[in-house]
């Protein structure tokens, strides 16, 4: 049961503590050969920090959901990849707590050249809640915005998923006070089995992921938090996307961290954001990129800034991807970022390169 793009978008999300930003979007599908039969799975696209990976999501339609596609690899029940292994529970889900047990399976790469044993869904198990949650709205924010400006909403029947790490004693969860303000009911040492919590994920039904977070599971002490911070609707599957994150030294004026995700269908009806964070001036900025131009190793995007002292003002700017590791060309290249308060900017305006990240990675597909 595939997702809808438009409904989900590229999604972008904001880790608090490591003050990194993440990004997500659909990228299509791919069926896996199973010999009991082809298993159909929707595949999305994580950026972190410039760092990319895939992973593909089955749906059943009715109850379930798991995990099929794992970056190079299809998870199965061998290492023939017989079938998919339906007997792991790992959705069930009504009002109440549940724990699900997943049953042992394997991760067979693409091109069967290797097979390992899955050892997550050995020591790590989930539980569920339905709970009613306030969350926050529609309208894109940004953490630099007034707590008290920020849009609110309730969403109903919101999944809340916590894993559970078997062999780890429970320890009872600090979640900053969190689960107040939003209505979560925290797990008891009853309801987990007398196991630890290593982390949470907050699902509002027909939205999608709405937050994240990881707890130390030998104090439970939340690690790290992460909120959705915008979301852009796409019209359909993209066929180009440029994602990349990271720092660049711009000399005298100090460095930059830039991350941004973009992508843009067959129609040319692009999405994406940008996060632009100039510590030296003390200028935060956020904006929605509305076009996205592919050229070979180049990608070129513009929009329109919407936090920021410059809000409101259209910009453009461009990376080019010269490969990874070992094999890369040289260092991956960024523009300036250029902007104005008049019209609209094309981005099938070409423009020259120069600066180097000084860390991070960019891709562009």
Not at 287 to 294: E, F, K
Request: hydrophobic residues 35%.
């Amino acid at each position: 049961m595939p997702l809808s793009t438009h409904l989900q978008g590229i999604r972008t999300y904001y880790w608090f503590d490591s003050k990194s930003w993440q990004t997500g979007m659909i990228v299509g599908t791919e069926t896996v050969p199973y010999l009991s039969g082809p298993v159909s799975a929707t595949k999305f696209r994580f950026s972190e920090d410039g760092d990319d990976e895939e992973s593909g999501i089955y749906f059943d339609g009715k109850e379930t959901w798991s995990s099929v596609i794992m970056g190079d690899y299809y998870l199965s029940t061998d290492c023939s990849l017989t079938a998919y292994p339906q007997d792991r529970v790992v959705g069930k889900v009504w009002n109440g707590l549940y724990m699900g047990s997943p049953a042992p399976a394997k991760l067979v790469k693409r091109d069967g050249s290797e097979c390992l044993d899955a050892d997550y869904y050995d020591f790590a198990f989930p539980l569920f809640k339905l709970d009613d949650i306030t969350l926050f709205g529609d309208k894109p924010w940004t953490p630099y915005m007034p707590w008290a400006t920020i849009e609110r909403r309730v969403y109903h029947d919101a999944l809340v998923m916590y894993d559970v790490a078997k062999g780890s004693p429970f320890k009872e969860l600090d979640f900053w006070g969190l689960e107040d303000d939003m209505g979560i009911t925290l797990p008891t040492a009853d309801e987990t089995g007398g196991w630890a919590i290593d982390g949470v994920a907050i699902f509002a039904f027909h939205q999608g992921l709405m937050a994240q977070a990881d707890f130390q599971v030998g104090d439970g002490e939340l690690g790290d938090f992460a909120l959705l911070v915008s979301r852009v609707p796409m019209a359909s599957v993209p066929v180009h996307w440029a994602t990349g994150g990271g720092t660049v030294d711009w000399g005298q004026q100090g460095r930059v961290t830039y991350g941004f995700s973009a992508a843009v269908d067959a129609g040319g009806s692009a999405a994406g954001t940008l996060q632009f964070d100039w510590r030296e001036a003390d200028t935060k900025w956020h904006g929605t990129i509305d076009c996205l131009n592919v050229l070979g190793n180049r990608g070129y995007m513009s929009g329109v800034f919407t936090s920021g002292e410059i809000a409101g003002q259209y910009f453009t700017f461009g990376v080019e991807d010269n490969g990874e590791g070992s094999t890369a060309s040289g260092p991956d290249l960024l523009s300036l970022v250029y902007y104005r308060d008049v019209a609209p900017i094309d981005c099938h305006e070409e423009f020259d390169f120069g600066k180097p990240w000084t860390n991070g990675n960019v891709q562009v597909k």
